[in-house]
């Protein structure tokens, strides 16, 4: 073990033990609670309950997938005063059960122009790219695993399937060991991710640096990505502003899954750790609320790939949330700890 994971573990010892207060403004914090909807992440995350709200008991037959009109116009300054769906985007929406579950549970910015989008033609889409590139019946060397991840990374740097293409300063498609046993993945880029192109950088991605070394492992040996590639904003128009993060909709997730379904059918890890609700319901297929799915493995199915391996998938806070919250750090590192304990690892001696 180096000296860099010794004192990044003993940073996340400290930050247990800390009380450290969120430098997220009150003022941001109630812009972004005001345009995702009151069953979103910041709910689930300040909120942790064991009960799923009525609305998330509520059975979903038909999926209407909602896109925020966004437009960077400095004329209007309006996010939901914008374009309609990009043109490579899909008609017509006939969800699966992984995207009926996430629409029914996941946060979705509710614009008065918000456009129904609907998209049969996407899932048969991604099943044929996932068959065509992904099924193989070999084990990926992990050479050949980096360059497939190589591959879609450029696809997702070029992808304008959804409104967030059309805003984001960069995409992040994910980082980390193309034949990791474990990823982390949470549900989007924020600021600093979107100006650099790299997940889990700023001030959430170092408390992650420092949760993977308490477990005994460097962030190189893992990998790093979110559900949604690119930067979901309060307002679009505003790509330079702090504080101007918010989850992706339900719509969004729907149409990037196939890219996080695609990473992980290439590096057919292990083990997932969720970050937070938003990615915890979505990846899990799950309405319940993350207090719920916290606390045990569930086994990963995936909407467009067919996986060769079982990949058993934990949820716990996502760093910003612990950063918000720090009464769930214990909470937190009980989650890490059940993953150490399936890997077999230890924690590195301070
Ligand atoms: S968020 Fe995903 S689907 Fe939307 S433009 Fe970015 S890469 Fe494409």
């Given at each position: 073990m180096n000296k860099e994971v010794r004192a990044l573990a003993a940073e996340f010892k400290a930050f247990l033990s800390s009380r450290e207060e969120d430098d997220l403004t009150p003022a941001a914090c109630n812009q972004a609670a005001a345009c995702i909807s009151a069953t979103g992440e910041a709910a689930s995350d300040t909120t942790p309950s064991l009960l799923p709200s009525a609305a998330e008991t509520q059975p979903q037959d038909h999926l209407t997938i909602e896109f925020a009109h966004v437009a960077r116009s400095a004329s209007t300054g309006?996010?939901?005063?914008g374009n309609a769906p990009t043109a490579s985007a899909p008609s017509k929406i006939l969800p699966t059960a992984h995207e009926a579950a996430a629409a029914s549970s996941l946060p979705g910015v509710?614009?008065?122009e918000a456009v129904s989008m609907q998209t049969a033609q996407a899932d048969t889409q991604d099943k044929t790219e996932a068959s065509h590139s992904l099924m193989q019946e070999t084990p990926m060397t992990p050479q050949e695993k980096q360059a497939a991840l190589d591959q879609l990374a450029e696809e997702i740097k070029n992808c304008r399937r959804c409104p967030l293409g059309q805003t984001r300063l960069n995409a992040v498609p994910g980082e980390g060991n193309p034949a990791a046993e474990l990823m982390f993945i949470g549900e989007g880029p924020g600021f600093d991710e979107d100006h650099?192109?790299?997940?889990?950088?700023g001030r959430a991605g170092q408390l992650l640096d420092k949760m993977i070394a308490a477990m005994g492992l460097k962030r190189e040996q893992v990998f790093i990505g979110n559900i949604a590639k690119c930067h979901p904003m309060?307002?679009?128009?505003?790509?330079?502003?702090?504080?101007n993060d918010r989850a992706p909709n339900a719509g969004e997730i729907a149409v990037c899954r196939k890219y996080i379904e695609r990473q992980i059918a290439i590096i057919s890890p292990k083990y997932i750790v969720a970050l937070g609700g938003v990615a915890a319901k979505a990846l899990i297929?799950?309405?319940?609320?993350l207090g719920a799915l916290r606390g045990k493995f569930h086994l990963l199915h995936l909407d467009t790939v067919e996986l060769k391996t079982p990949v058993k998938i934990l949820a716990t806070y996502h760093p910003a949330a612990l950063l918000r919250n720090p009464g769930w750090k214990k909470d937190a590192w009980a989650d890490l700890q059940m993953v150490m304990a399936e890997m077999g690892l230890k924690r590195p001696q301070a």
């Open positions: 309006s996010h939901c005063a509710r614009c008065a650099q192109g790299r997940p889990f950088i309060v307002n679009p128009a505003d790509p330079q502003a702090r504080g297929s799950d309405t319940k609320s």
